[in-house]
Nanobody, 123 residues
Framework: QVQLVESGGGLVQAGGSLRLSCAAS????????MAWFRQAPGKEREFVAA????????YYANSVKGRFTISRDNAKNTVHLQMNSLKPEDTAVYYC????????????????WGQGTQVTVFS
């Protein structure tokens, strides 16, 4: 059974930092594209960041570039999202996702999803 389990969300003041983690199990993810998406209340789920299987290629949404860092540890089947300089507009449920083969920022192309972790940034 494939599972993605997110952790690390919480309540943080604007300007602060959080580190999200996603633990994957049930298949070999080392060749998969791993990504983070987020969904704010009343809004569509949007792409945040993605990382290739080797970790050598990384993509960010413009809204988080320079503030967020995605990384992965294939030995532990985990992917992380370090979020710095957080803003109230970063408030959302953050989801981990995985897909085989090539990069995409489109959520329908991702096969596996976690349940999400809430991030709330207050000013």
């Amino acid at each position: 059974q494939v599972q993605l389990v997110e952790s690390g969300g919480g309540l943080v003041q604007a300007g602060g930092s959080l580190r999200l983690s996603c633990a994957a199990s049930g298949r070999t993810f080392s060749r998969d594209i791993m990504a983070w998406f987020r969904q704010a209340p009343g809004k569509e789920r949007e792409f945040v960041a993605a990382i290739s299987g080797s970790g050598g290629t990384i993509y960010y949404a413009n809204s988080v570039k320079g503030r967020f860092t995605i990384s992965r540890d294939n030995a532990k089947n985990t992917v992380h999202l370090q979020m710095n300089s957080l803003k109230p507009e970063d408030t959302a449920v953050y989801y981990c996702a995985a897909k085989p083969n090539g990069y995409s920022s489109l959520k329908p192309q991702y096969d596996y999803w976690g349940q999400g972790t809430q991030v709330t940034v207050f000013s």
